[in-house]
Protein backbone atom coordinates (compact mmCIF):
# COMPACT_ATOMS: atom_id res chain seq x y z
CA UNK A 1 0.00 0.00 0.00
CA UNK A 2 1.25 3.49 -1.23
CA UNK A 3 2.27 5.23 2.14
CA UNK A 4 1.25 9.44 2.21
CA UNK A 5 3.26 11.76 3.04
CA UNK A 6 2.41 12.90 6.27
CA UNK A 7 2.14 9.20 7.21
CA UNK A 8 5.98 9.09 6.07
CA UNK A 9 7.15 12.66 7.80
CA UNK A 10 5.56 11.16 10.64
CA UNK A 11 7.48 8.45 10.99
CA UNK A 12 10.60 10.56 10.13
CA UNK A 13 9.98 12.75 13.16
CA UNK A 14 9.40 9.65 15.62
CA UNK A 15 12.93 8.32 14.38
CA UNK A 16 14.24 12.29 14.61
CA UNK A 17 12.63 13.17 18.00
CA UNK A 18 14.38 10.08 19.51
CA UNK A 19 17.84 11.75 18.19
CA UNK A 20 17.86 15.56 19.09
CA UNK A 21 16.79 17.55 21.95
CA UNK A 22 13.19 18.82 22.56
CA UNK A 23 14.43 22.27 21.99
CA UNK A 24 16.03 21.44 18.91
CA UNK A 25 12.87 19.57 17.31
CA UNK A 26 10.19 22.18 18.40
CA UNK A 27 12.74 24.62 16.39
CA UNK A 28 14.07 23.05 13.55
CA UNK A 29 11.23 20.09 12.98
CA UNK A 30 8.19 21.03 14.29
CA UNK A 31 7.35 23.84 11.36
CA UNK A 32 8.29 21.61 8.46
CA UNK A 33 5.34 20.70 6.49
CA UNK A 34 5.00 17.91 4.41
CA UNK A 35 4.26 18.69 1.34
CA UNK A 36 4.04 15.67 -1.33
CA UNK A 37 5.51 12.07 -2.03
CA UNK A 38 6.68 11.46 -5.69
CA UNK A 39 8.13 7.87 -5.93
CA UNK A 40 10.52 8.05 -3.46
CA UNK A 41 10.99 11.67 -3.43
CA UNK A 42 9.71 13.81 -0.16
CA UNK A 43 9.34 17.21 -0.71
CA UNK A 44 8.98 19.17 2.67
CA UNK A 45 8.17 22.95 3.46
CA UNK A 46 10.59 24.71 5.72
CA UNK A 47 9.69 28.84 6.52
CA UNK A 48 12.67 30.29 4.90
CA UNK A 49 16.18 30.00 3.70
CA UNK A 50 17.84 30.77 6.24
CA UNK A 51 15.82 27.27 8.06
CA UNK A 52 16.83 25.28 5.18
CA UNK A 53 20.68 25.82 5.49
CA UNK A 54 20.50 25.24 9.01
CA UNK A 55 18.77 22.28 8.82
CA UNK A 56 21.32 21.28 5.59
CA UNK A 57 24.28 22.06 8.14
CA UNK A 58 23.02 20.70 11.14
CA UNK A 59 20.95 17.78 10.57
CA UNK A 60 21.88 16.42 7.32
CA UNK A 61 23.50 13.30 8.25
CA UNK A 62 20.22 12.62 10.43
CA UNK A 63 17.82 13.70 7.81
CA UNK A 64 19.30 11.41 5.29
CA UNK A 65 19.68 8.52 7.78
CA UNK A 66 15.94 8.74 8.37
CA UNK A 67 14.57 8.81 4.88
CA UNK A 68 16.34 5.87 3.72
CA UNK A 69 15.23 4.27 6.64
CA UNK A 70 11.75 4.91 5.43
CA UNK A 71 12.03 5.07 1.64
CA UNK A 72 14.88 2.95 0.94
CA UNK A 73 17.86 3.82 -0.30
CA UNK A 74 16.47 5.35 -2.92
CA UNK A 75 15.07 7.80 -1.24
CA UNK A 76 15.73 11.40 -1.32
CA UNK A 77 14.09 14.60 0.45
CA UNK A 78 13.43 18.27 -1.51
CA UNK A 79 12.73 21.22 0.36
CA UNK A 80 10.25 23.78 -0.89
CA UNK A 81 10.73 27.06 0.57
CA UNK A 82 8.63 29.57 1.61
CA UNK A 83 10.10 33.31 0.25
CA UNK A 84 8.60 36.09 2.46
CA UNK A 85 10.32 38.30 1.06
CA UNK A 86 7.69 38.35 -1.55
CA UNK A 87 4.75 39.03 0.16
CA UNK A 88 6.02 42.38 2.08
CA UNK A 89 4.72 44.55 -0.75
CA UNK A 90 1.64 42.19 -1.30
CA UNK A 91 1.16 42.16 2.16
CA UNK A 92 2.83 44.88 4.70
CA UNK A 93 2.74 44.07 8.17
CA UNK A 94 0.96 46.63 10.02
CA UNK A 95 2.54 47.11 13.51
CA UNK A 96 1.76 48.12 16.89
CA UNK A 97 3.93 48.75 19.41
CA UNK A 98 3.50 46.92 22.35
CA UNK A 99 3.40 49.41 25.73
CA UNK A 100 1.26 47.19 28.33
CA UNK A 101 3.88 44.76 29.37
CA UNK A 102 7.00 47.07 29.00
CA UNK A 103 6.08 48.43 32.32
CA UNK A 104 9.57 49.14 34.05
CA UNK A 105 8.93 47.54 37.75
CA UNK A 106 12.38 47.23 38.06
CA UNK A 107 12.43 50.92 39.55
CA UNK A 108 8.50 51.11 41.12
CA UNK A 109 7.84 55.07 41.18
CA UNK A 110 6.33 54.07 44.64
CA UNK A 111 8.37 56.58 47.05
CA UNK A 112 6.94 54.35 49.84
CA UNK A 113 8.39 51.41 50.66
CA UNK A 114 5.96 49.05 51.07
CA UNK A 115 1.94 50.05 50.47
CA UNK A 116 0.70 49.42 54.13
CA UNK A 117 -2.85 49.44 55.39
CA UNK A 118 -4.25 53.03 55.01
CA UNK A 119 -4.76 52.98 59.09
CA UNK A 120 -1.01 53.58 58.52
CA UNK A 121 0.34 56.95 58.73
CA UNK A 122 2.97 58.17 56.11
CA UNK A 123 5.41 58.79 58.74
CA UNK A 124 5.39 55.60 59.93
CA UNK A 125 5.46 52.86 57.07
CA UNK A 126 6.33 50.18 58.87
CA UNK A 127 4.28 47.34 60.60
CA UNK A 128 3.49 48.08 64.52
CA UNK A 129 5.07 44.74 66.26
CA UNK A 130 2.36 42.57 67.17
CA UNK A 131 0.20 43.78 64.37
CA UNK A 132 -0.12 40.57 62.02
CA UNK A 133 -2.78 41.15 59.09
CA UNK A 134 -0.71 43.79 56.94
CA UNK A 135 -1.69 44.03 53.53
CA UNK A 136 1.84 43.99 51.62
CA UNK A 137 1.97 45.26 47.92
CA UNK A 138 3.92 42.53 46.83
CA UNK A 139 5.90 44.62 43.87
CA UNK A 140 5.61 42.23 41.53
CA UNK A 141 4.99 42.93 37.25
CA UNK A 142 2.21 40.59 35.88
CA UNK A 143 4.29 39.91 33.44
CA UNK A 144 7.33 38.44 34.32
CA UNK A 145 5.24 34.93 34.69
CA UNK A 146 6.34 31.76 34.74
CA UNK A 147 4.16 31.60 31.50
CA UNK A 148 6.05 33.99 29.52
CA UNK A 149 9.45 33.09 30.42
CA UNK A 150 10.68 30.84 27.97
CA UNK A 151 12.22 27.50 28.94
CA UNK A 152 16.04 26.42 27.30
CA UNK A 153 19.36 24.38 27.97
CA UNK A 154 20.33 28.00 29.43
CA UNK A 155 18.26 28.32 32.47
CA UNK A 156 16.87 24.84 32.79
CA UNK A 157 17.86 24.16 36.47
CA UNK A 158 16.84 27.69 37.83
CA UNK A 159 13.88 27.53 36.38
CA UNK A 160 12.96 24.47 37.45
CA UNK A 161 14.02 25.21 41.62
CA UNK A 162 11.92 28.53 41.29
CA UNK A 163 8.98 26.05 39.96
CA UNK A 164 9.36 23.83 43.01
CA UNK A 165 9.93 26.63 45.31
CA UNK A 166 6.76 28.27 44.18
CA UNK A 167 4.74 25.16 44.92
CA UNK A 168 5.91 25.07 48.53
CA UNK A 169 8.21 28.03 49.81
CA UNK A 170 10.16 27.28 52.71
CA UNK A 171 9.50 23.45 51.99
CA UNK A 172 12.14 22.42 49.85
CA UNK A 173 15.91 22.05 50.24
CA UNK A 174 16.31 24.97 47.80
CA UNK A 175 16.36 27.46 50.70
CA UNK A 176 17.42 30.12 49.74
CA UNK A 177 17.58 30.01 46.21
CA UNK A 178 20.55 32.03 44.78
CA UNK A 179 19.97 32.46 40.93
CA UNK A 180 22.88 34.21 39.13
CA UNK A 181 24.16 35.02 36.10
CA UNK A 182 25.04 37.96 33.63
CA UNK A 183 22.82 41.28 33.06
CA UNK A 184 19.55 40.65 31.04
CA UNK A 185 19.56 37.01 31.35
CA UNK A 186 16.35 36.47 33.22
CA UNK A 187 17.27 36.76 36.96
CA UNK A 188 14.39 39.49 37.68
CA UNK A 189 12.00 37.97 35.45
CA UNK A 190 12.50 34.41 36.93
CA UNK A 191 12.68 35.98 40.52
CA UNK A 192 8.71 37.57 39.83
CA UNK A 193 7.50 34.47 37.94
CA UNK A 194 8.01 32.31 41.71
CA UNK A 195 6.59 35.03 43.87
CA UNK A 196 3.79 35.55 41.41
CA UNK A 197 2.91 31.74 40.93
CA UNK A 198 3.31 31.54 45.18
CA UNK A 199 0.71 34.13 45.36
CA UNK A 200 -1.61 32.31 43.13
CA UNK A 201 -0.85 29.01 44.53
CA UNK A 202 -0.81 30.39 48.29
CA UNK A 203 -3.17 33.53 48.82
CA UNK A 204 -2.55 33.80 52.57
CA UNK A 205 1.20 33.96 51.89
CA UNK A 206 2.52 37.37 52.02
CA UNK A 207 5.16 37.63 49.17
CA UNK A 208 7.85 40.74 49.10
CA UNK A 209 9.70 41.39 46.44
CA UNK A 210 12.58 44.28 46.27
CA UNK A 211 16.11 45.31 44.90
CA UNK A 212 19.15 45.22 47.18
CA UNK A 213 19.31 48.77 46.71
CA UNK A 214 15.77 49.53 47.85
CA UNK A 215 16.26 47.68 50.75
CA UNK A 216 19.42 49.47 51.97
CA UNK A 217 17.76 52.91 51.28
CA UNK A 218 14.81 51.84 53.61
CA UNK A 219 17.37 51.24 55.85
CA UNK A 220 18.87 53.65 55.67
CA UNK A 221 16.31 56.06 56.08
CA UNK A 222 14.68 53.77 59.31
CA UNK A 223 18.18 54.35 61.21
CA UNK A 224 17.86 58.08 60.18
CA UNK A 225 14.47 58.06 61.84
CA UNK A 226 15.78 56.06 64.73
CA UNK A 227 12.96 53.08 63.98
CA UNK A 228 14.94 50.36 63.15
CA UNK A 229 13.40 47.98 65.13
CA UNK A 230 10.13 48.77 62.92
CA UNK A 231 12.04 47.82 59.50
CA UNK A 232 13.24 44.45 61.18
CA UNK A 233 10.04 43.50 62.33
CA UNK A 234 8.22 44.30 59.10
CA UNK A 235 10.56 42.10 57.06
CA UNK A 236 10.58 39.57 59.53
CA UNK A 237 6.97 38.81 59.13
CA UNK A 238 7.55 38.14 55.30
CA UNK A 239 6.77 34.79 53.85
CA UNK A 240 8.29 34.65 50.75
CA UNK A 241 11.07 37.11 50.61
CA UNK A 242 12.81 38.10 47.21
CA UNK A 243 15.76 40.41 47.29
CA UNK A 244 17.05 41.22 43.63
CA UNK A 245 20.55 42.28 43.20
CA UNK A 246 22.28 41.07 46.47
CA UNK A 247 26.09 41.62 45.20
CA UNK A 248 24.49 45.98 45.79
CA UNK A 249 25.28 45.03 49.67
CA UNK A 250 29.11 44.36 48.86
CA UNK A 251 30.99 46.87 50.93
CA UNK A 252 27.32 47.63 53.02
CA UNK A 253 28.27 46.70 56.64
CA UNK A 254 25.51 47.43 58.03
CA UNK A 255 23.31 46.93 55.71
CA UNK A 256 24.38 43.19 55.25
CA UNK A 257 24.08 43.00 59.32
CA UNK A 258 20.19 43.55 59.53
CA UNK A 259 20.03 41.17 56.13
CA UNK A 260 22.00 38.53 58.39
CA UNK A 261 19.26 38.88 61.54
CA UNK A 262 16.43 39.03 58.91
CA UNK A 263 17.54 36.01 57.11
CA UNK A 264 18.36 33.75 59.87
CA UNK A 265 14.81 34.67 61.44
CA UNK A 266 13.01 33.98 58.03
CA UNK A 267 14.85 30.73 57.72
CA UNK A 268 14.24 29.43 61.35
CA UNK A 269 10.79 30.04 60.86
CA UNK A 270 11.01 28.26 57.62
CA UNK A 271 9.61 30.96 55.40
CA UNK A 272 11.08 31.21 51.93
CA UNK A 273 14.73 33.16 50.54
CA UNK A 274 14.91 33.93 46.76
CA UNK A 275 17.62 36.35 45.87
CA UNK A 276 19.31 37.35 42.88
CA UNK A 277 23.03 38.15 41.98
CA UNK A 278 24.98 38.45 38.77
CA UNK A 279 27.99 35.77 40.37
CA UNK A 280 27.94 32.93 42.10
CA UNK A 281 28.48 33.62 45.73
CA UNK A 282 32.17 31.96 45.66
CA UNK A 283 32.95 34.64 43.72
CA UNK A 284 31.28 37.82 45.56
CA UNK A 285 33.54 40.35 47.06
CA UNK A 286 33.19 42.50 49.82
CA UNK A 287 30.20 40.82 51.58
CA UNK A 288 30.71 38.90 54.97
CA UNK A 289 32.02 35.85 55.17
CA UNK A 290 28.65 34.26 57.54
CA UNK A 291 26.08 35.71 55.16
CA UNK A 292 28.73 34.32 52.26
CA UNK A 293 27.89 30.70 53.68
CA UNK A 294 24.42 31.48 54.33
CA UNK A 295 23.35 31.84 50.48
CA UNK A 296 25.32 28.71 50.00
CA UNK A 297 22.97 26.68 51.97
CA UNK A 298 20.18 26.17 49.87
CA UNK A 299 20.58 26.01 45.87
CA UNK A 300 22.63 28.15 43.66
CA UNK A 301 21.35 28.00 40.06
CA UNK A 302 22.51 29.99 37.21
CA UNK A 303 21.27 31.63 33.89
CA UNK A 304 23.59 31.11 31.47
CA UNK A 305 23.06 33.10 27.90
CA UNK A 306 20.59 31.56 25.55
CA UNK A 307 21.53 29.46 22.36
CA UNK A 308 20.08 30.22 19.22
CA UNK A 309 16.99 28.26 19.44
CA UNK A 310 16.01 29.96 22.75
CA UNK A 311 16.69 33.34 21.50
CA UNK A 312 14.43 32.14 18.59
CA UNK A 313 11.86 31.05 21.19
CA UNK A 314 12.14 34.16 23.11
CA UNK A 315 11.30 36.06 20.56
CA UNK A 316 8.20 33.87 19.27
CA UNK A 317 6.96 34.48 22.66
CA UNK A 318 7.08 38.11 22.63
CA UNK A 319 5.48 38.06 19.25
CA UNK A 320 2.75 35.76 20.40
CA UNK A 321 2.24 38.30 23.45
CA UNK A 322 2.48 41.32 21.60
CA UNK A 323 0.25 39.80 18.82
CA UNK A 324 2.74 40.90 16.17
CA UNK A 325 3.09 39.43 13.15
CA UNK A 326 7.10 38.49 11.73
CA UNK A 327 8.54 36.79 8.75
CA UNK A 328 10.27 34.03 10.35
CA UNK A 329 13.79 35.41 8.38
CA UNK A 330 13.56 38.55 10.43
CA UNK A 331 12.76 36.72 13.72
CA UNK A 332 16.08 34.45 12.72
CA UNK A 333 18.08 37.17 11.94
CA UNK A 334 17.44 39.54 14.93
CA UNK A 335 18.04 35.77 16.87
CA UNK A 336 21.08 35.29 14.49
CA UNK A 337 22.70 38.29 15.49
CA UNK A 338 22.26 39.52 19.05
CA UNK A 339 23.92 36.86 21.15
CA UNK A 340 24.90 38.85 24.35
CA UNK A 341 21.74 38.22 26.69
CA UNK A 342 17.81 38.48 26.25
CA UNK A 343 17.96 42.44 27.10
CA UNK A 344 19.53 43.58 24.05
CA UNK A 345 17.58 41.27 22.19
CA UNK A 346 14.60 42.87 23.81
CA UNK A 347 15.87 45.89 22.63
CA UNK A 348 16.75 45.59 18.79
CA UNK A 349 13.23 43.85 18.58
CA UNK A 350 11.36 46.75 19.76
CA UNK A 351 13.47 49.14 18.54
CA UNK A 352 12.63 47.60 15.22
CA UNK A 353 8.63 48.01 15.51
CA UNK A 354 9.67 51.63 16.53
CA UNK A 355 11.52 52.10 13.08
CA UNK A 356 8.94 50.42 11.45
CA UNK A 357 6.05 51.73 12.79
CA UNK A 358 7.70 55.83 12.81
CA UNK A 359 8.60 55.33 9.36
CA UNK A 360 5.29 53.19 8.26
CA UNK A 361 7.66 50.95 6.53
CA UNK A 362 7.25 47.43 6.60
CA UNK A 363 9.29 44.61 8.56
CA UNK A 364 11.63 43.57 6.08
CA UNK A 365 15.01 41.31 6.38
CA UNK A 366 16.26 44.39 4.85
CA UNK A 367 14.82 47.10 7.41
CA UNK A 368 16.23 44.61 10.31
CA UNK A 369 19.83 44.59 9.16
CA UNK A 370 20.25 48.38 8.23
CA UNK A 371 19.00 47.82 12.08
CA UNK A 372 20.87 45.80 13.42
CA UNK A 373 23.71 47.66 12.11
CA UNK A 374 23.51 50.98 13.86
CA UNK A 375 22.40 48.82 16.59
CA UNK A 376 25.64 46.11 17.03
CA UNK A 377 27.90 49.05 15.96
CA UNK A 378 29.48 49.32 19.61
CA UNK A 379 30.42 45.98 19.80
CA UNK A 380 33.20 44.57 17.29
CA UNK A 381 32.43 44.99 13.87
CA UNK A 382 32.19 42.16 11.67
CA UNK A 383 34.90 41.96 9.05
CA UNK A 384 33.18 41.83 5.48
CA UNK A 385 33.30 39.34 2.85
CA UNK A 386 35.19 41.57 0.20
CA UNK A 387 37.72 42.46 3.16
CA UNK A 388 38.07 38.95 3.41
CA UNK A 389 38.58 38.28 -0.13
CA UNK A 390 40.58 41.53 -0.69
CA UNK A 391 43.65 40.04 2.16
CA UNK A 392 42.91 35.86 0.59
CA UNK A 393 43.78 37.35 -2.86
CA UNK A 394 46.57 39.74 -1.78
CA UNK A 395 48.28 37.14 0.34
CA UNK A 396 48.10 34.38 -2.87
CA UNK A 397 48.92 37.16 -5.01
CA UNK A 398 45.74 36.31 -7.35
CA UNK A 399 43.76 39.48 -8.96
CA UNK A 400 40.16 39.27 -6.84
CA UNK A 401 37.84 39.36 -10.33
CA UNK A 402 39.69 35.91 -10.49
CA UNK A 403 37.99 34.81 -7.19
CA UNK A 404 34.83 36.51 -7.57
CA UNK A 405 34.62 34.43 -11.85
CA UNK A 406 33.67 30.98 -12.07
CA UNK A 407 36.52 29.60 -13.36
CA UNK A 408 37.65 26.47 -11.78
CA UNK A 409 41.90 26.62 -12.18
CA UNK A 410 43.34 24.95 -9.12
CA UNK A 411 44.56 28.29 -7.35
CA UNK A 412 42.01 30.55 -7.51
CA UNK A 413 39.50 27.19 -6.21
CA UNK A 414 41.52 26.71 -2.96
CA UNK A 415 41.68 30.37 -2.49
CA UNK A 416 37.94 30.97 -3.01
CA UNK A 417 37.28 27.71 -0.54
CA UNK A 418 39.64 29.64 1.88
CA UNK A 419 37.86 33.52 1.61
CA UNK A 420 34.36 31.18 1.71
CA UNK A 421 35.78 29.49 4.81
CA UNK A 422 36.16 32.36 6.77
CA UNK A 423 33.07 34.36 5.31
CA UNK A 424 31.38 31.47 6.90
CA UNK A 425 33.22 31.68 10.25
CA UNK A 426 33.54 35.64 10.42
CA UNK A 427 30.55 37.10 9.25
CA UNK A 428 26.93 36.34 9.97
CA UNK A 429 26.18 36.48 6.17
CA UNK A 430 24.26 33.28 5.42
CA UNK A 431 25.74 30.77 3.27
CA UNK A 432 23.66 31.46 0.18
CA UNK A 433 25.23 35.06 0.33
CA UNK A 434 28.97 33.66 0.66
CA UNK A 435 28.52 32.00 -2.17
CA UNK A 436 27.09 34.60 -4.66
CA UNK A 437 29.84 36.67 -3.94
CA UNK A 438 32.67 33.66 -4.41
CA UNK A 439 32.22 33.46 -8.27
CA UNK A 440 27.67 32.89 -8.23
CA UNK A 441 28.04 29.37 -5.97
CA UNK A 442 25.50 28.03 -4.05
CA UNK A 443 25.46 27.49 -0.55
CA UNK A 444 26.20 23.66 -1.24
CA UNK A 445 29.31 24.97 -2.34
CA UNK A 446 30.01 26.76 0.51
CA UNK A 447 29.40 24.58 2.91
CA UNK A 448 31.79 21.77 0.81
CA UNK A 449 34.88 24.66 0.77
CA UNK A 450 34.11 24.53 4.80
CA UNK A 451 34.78 21.08 5.35
CA UNK A 452 37.52 20.61 2.76
CA UNK A 453 39.44 23.71 4.46
CA UNK A 454 38.92 21.95 7.78
CA UNK A 455 39.85 18.31 6.55
CA UNK A 456 42.78 20.39 5.41
CA UNK A 457 43.26 22.32 7.93
CA UNK A 458 43.83 19.04 10.17
CA UNK A 459 46.20 17.13 7.48
CA UNK A 460 48.56 19.22 5.79
CA UNK A 461 50.97 21.35 7.93
CA UNK A 462 51.61 23.88 5.73
CA UNK A 463 48.15 24.73 4.73
CA UNK A 464 47.37 24.93 8.53
CA UNK A 465 49.88 27.80 8.53
CA UNK A 466 48.52 29.93 5.59
CA UNK A 467 45.10 29.62 7.15
CA UNK A 468 46.84 30.66 10.66
CA UNK A 469 48.67 33.58 8.91
CA UNK A 470 45.75 34.58 7.29
CA UNK A 471 43.75 34.62 10.49
CA UNK A 472 45.69 36.78 12.02
CA UNK A 473 46.09 39.47 8.92
CA UNK A 474 41.99 39.34 9.08
CA UNK A 475 42.01 39.88 12.98
CA UNK A 476 43.93 43.11 12.95
CA UNK A 477 41.97 44.75 10.21
P1 LIG B 1 18.38 40.30 34.65
O1 LIG B 1 17.59 40.60 35.88
O2 LIG B 1 19.10 38.99 34.71
O3 LIG B 1 19.31 41.41 34.26
P2 LIG B 1 15.80 40.45 33.39
O4 LIG B 1 15.05 39.48 34.21
O5 LIG B 1 15.56 41.89 33.63
O6 LIG B 1 17.35 40.13 33.44
O7 LIG B 1 15.52 40.09 31.85
C1 LIG B 1 15.72 41.01 30.80
C2 LIG B 1 14.57 40.89 29.82
O8 LIG B 1 14.66 39.65 29.16
C3 LIG B 1 13.22 40.93 30.50
O9 LIG B 1 12.33 41.70 29.73
C4 LIG B 1 12.79 39.48 30.52
O10 LIG B 1 11.39 39.36 30.42
C5 LIG B 1 13.46 38.91 29.30
N1 LIG B 1 13.81 37.49 29.47
C6 LIG B 1 14.92 36.99 30.04
N2 LIG B 1 14.94 35.66 30.02
C7 LIG B 1 13.79 35.28 29.42
C8 LIG B 1 13.21 34.01 29.09
N3 LIG B 1 13.83 32.85 29.38
N4 LIG B 1 12.01 34.02 28.46
C9 LIG B 1 11.39 35.17 28.17
N5 LIG B 1 11.88 36.39 28.44
C10 LIG B 1 13.06 36.46 29.06
MG1 LIG C 1 17.64 42.23 37.15
Known amino acids: MEKSHDKIWDNCLSIIQDNVSTQSFKTWFEPIRPVKLAGSVLTIQVPSQFFYEWLEEHYITLLKKTIKKELGSEGKLEYSIIMENTFSSAKPYTVKIPTSNRKDVRNPSVSMPIDLNSKNTIRNPFIIPGLKKVNVESQLNPNYSFENFVEGDCNRLARSAGFAVSQKPGGTAFNPLLIYGGVGLGKTHLSHAIGLQIKHLHPGKTVLYVSSE ?18 IHFYQMI ?27 LHQTGKQL ?41 LEKKLYIDGIDLPRE ?5 AYSITTNVRELEGAYISLLAQASLNKKAITLELAKQMIDKFVKNTAREVSIDYIQKVV ?5 LPIELLKSKTRKREVVQARQI ?14 TIGMHCGGKDHATVLHACRTVNNLMDTDKRFRAYIDELEKKLSIQ
Open 214 to 231: KFTHQFIDAVKNNNQNDF
Open 239 to 265: DVLIIDDVQFFAGKDKTQDVFFHIFNH
Open 274 to 314: VLTADKPPVEMQGMEQRLLSRFKWGLSADLQVPGLETRIAI
Open 330 to 334: VIEYL
Open 393 to 397: CDYFD
Open 419 to 432: AMFFAKNMTKSSLA
